[in-house]
């Protein structure tokens, strides 16, 4: 045993003595205690539900008009996230995922799981070797044949795919050229249609 394990252990028997001291000062009863428990388990389990459906309930406070991304007419506009970058929620083929709005990228890219989820298939042709912020990797060229972004609808937008880039998708410039304008103001990401 090392001995940062030793001290983990010595930590975890320490706070197994702290609350077990507490719980015998106070001497709370059997029912005080499970009806403790119970209230931690229904906390966890809410706490798990709201981590585990993010995207859906962002996706509900947009359309009540809550959240980080609106719709004025037929503008688009996207609060920046407290990370510095612009994160939009999209429909993939009638799908909707989180996507990363990168000025940077060329070209669209998403994952192997969002195009499997999306119906999106390889459009065939030689791969893509793209340099990305781990390095090269290999894609495959693949056509979405519907991008939605609040009002603003883009149909057989290139794209490409690999089970490389992780949980991200990232909309890339090909998709903001199509637009009649982006720009940020004030931290806002703002969109508007040809």
């Known amino acids: 045993m090392s001995q940062d394990q030793s001290i983990d252990i010595v930590w975890y028997i320490g706070g197994i003595i702290l609350v077990a001291s507490a719980l015998i000062a106070r001497r709370p009863g059997f029912k005080a205690i499970a009806g403790s428990v119970i209230a931690w388990v229904v906390i966890a389990g809410i706490v798990y539900a709201i981590v585990d459906h993010r995207d859906q309930l962002a996706g509900l406070a947009a359309r009540v008009g809550i959240g980080d991304q609106s719709v004025e007419g037929e503008t688009t506009r996207i609060r920046m996230a407290s990370d510095g970058h612009f994160w939009a929620r999209v429909e993939l083929n009638g799908v909707p995922r989180r996507m990363l709005i990168d000025s940077g990228a060329t070209t669209t890219a998403i994952s192997q799981a969002t195009a499997d989820a999306a119906g999106i298939r390889?459009?065939?042709?030689?791969?893509?070797?793209?340099?990305?912020?781990?390095?090269?990797?290999?894609a495959k060229r693949a056509s979405i044949d519907t991008l939605q972004l609040g009002s603003?609808?883009?149909?057989?937008?290139?794209?490409?795919?690999?089970?490389?880039?992780?949980?991200?998708?990232v909309i890339g410039m090909n998709f903001l050229s199509r637009l009649g304008s982006w720009r940020v103001e004030g931290g806002t990401l703002i969109l508007e249609p040809k």
Do not use: C, E, M
């Open 152 to 169: 603003l609808k883009i149909n057989d937008l290139n794209a490409i795919v690999s089970d490389r880039f992780g949980g991200t998708d």
């Open 122 to 138: 390889d459009s065939g042709g030689y791969p893509v070797l793209i340099d990305t912020a781990n390095g090269q990797i290999l």
